[in-house]
């Protein structure tokens, strides 16, 4: 069944409309007509069932019939990334939402290579909100929150003291992302800092543990920082967030 991207607001009672993108796919791709049934997805990962009622030249009227909303999470999961160069950051957003995560935090660091003007940080912000959208659309998973760019201080200040925390170091050589994982085997929640494409300074590796962040590595290979971001997201999927895994062994 199709399925399309509407956020909730748009929808009125048992009737939505889509406009803009969303309807030119429906009538100029795929072609649907009046009496198609097709599936709408929200924001939060909900979905609609409906039927075409009515087509016009620049929009369609969708008749809902059932609706489905999402459990809380079981795994919270906030990816914070360094910006990255163009489609490297699109990358990296269109495969962490694929494969589930809650939150997007990207940030400026002392080797960030990529500083847009303020006017194209909110274009990229919203490239990257659509490219979420067609994403969770097509995985079926709630699309994610997309802040706007922090600086690396702002962002080590607004994560909760509390909260469960690592840092994706390529020169840390005492505790990899799997000896985490032992140690602690339930999470509720998790936030994982990636670095942009020349990593983390000492002295931000500094900031971050003084921060609470434990700094892990994912092993002896060194990886892209895009590469990094969606193999982190995917590990931590697997580690914490896939109901009906069995939880690592505690160390002995």
């Given at each position: 069944?199709?399925?399309?991207?509407?956020?909730?607001?748009?929808?009125?009672g048992s009737r939505a409309v889509l406009t803009g993108a969303e309807f030119h796919h429906l009538r100029h791709v795929l072609r649907l007509r009046a009496g198609d049934t097709i599936t709408l997805c929200d924001e939060?990962?909900?979905?609609?069932?409906?039927?075409?009622?009515?087509?016009?030249?620049?929009?369609?009227?969708?008749?809902?019939?059932?609706?489905?909303?999402?459990?809380?999470?079981?795994?919270?999961?906030?990816?914070?990334?360094?910006?990255?160069?163009?489609?490297?950051?699109?990358?990296?957003?269109?495969?962490?939402?694929?494969?589930?995560?809650?939150?997007?935090?990207?940030?400026?660091?002392?080797?960030?290579?990529?500083?847009?003007?303020?006017?194209?940080?909110?274009?990229?912000?919203?490239?990257?909100?659509?490219?979420?959208?067609?994403?969770?659309?097509?995985?079926?998973?709630?699309?994610?929150?997309?802040?706007?760019?922090?600086?690396?201080?702002?962002?080590?200040?607004?994560v909760p003291g509390g909260a469960d925390k690592v840092l994706l170091y390529e020169k840390e050589r005492g505790l990899t992302l799997q000896a985490f994982a032992r140690a602690h085997p339930a999470l509720s929640s998790?936030?994982?800092?990636?670095?942009?494409?020349?990593?983390?300074?000492?002295?931000?590796?500094?900031?971050?543990?003084?921060?609470?962040?434990?700094?892990?590595?994912?092993?002896?290979?060194?990886?892209?920082?895009?590469?990094?971001?969606?193999?982190?997201?995917?590990?931590?999927?697997?580690?914490?967030?896939?109901?009906?895994?069995?939880?690592?062994?505690?160390?002995?």
């Open positions: 069944m199709a399925r399309f991207f509407l956020p909730t607001a748009q929808m009125h939060s990962g909900g979905e609609h069932r409906g039927t075409v009622v009515r087509l016009s030249a620049a929009s369609a009227e969708v008749a809902l019939t059932a609706s489905s909303a999402p459990g809380p999470p079981p795994f919270s999961l906030t990816l914070a990334q360094g910006v990255l160069k163009g489609r490297q950051m699109d990358l990296v957003v269109e495969k962490a939402t694929e494969l589930g995560v809650n939150r997007i935090v990207p940030f400026f660091s002392a080797f960030t290579v990529a500083h847009p003007t303020q006017e194209r940080r909110g274009e990229r912000l919203a490239r990257w909100q659509r490219l979420a959208q067609s994403a969770a659309k097509q995985s079926g998973n709630p699309v994610p929150v997309i802040t706007p760019p922090h600086s690396f201080r702002d962002l080590l200040a607004a998790l936030y994982v800092v990636i670095g942009p494409e020349g990593g983390f300074t000492v002295e931000e590796v500094g900031q971050a543990r003084a921060a609470g962040f434990h700094s892990v590595s994912l092993g002896a290979r060194v990886l892209r920082a895009e590469t990094a971001g969606i193999v982190a997201v995917a590990l931590c999927r697997f580690l914490w967030g896939d109901a009906g895994l069995p939880p690592l062994p505690s160390p002995q």
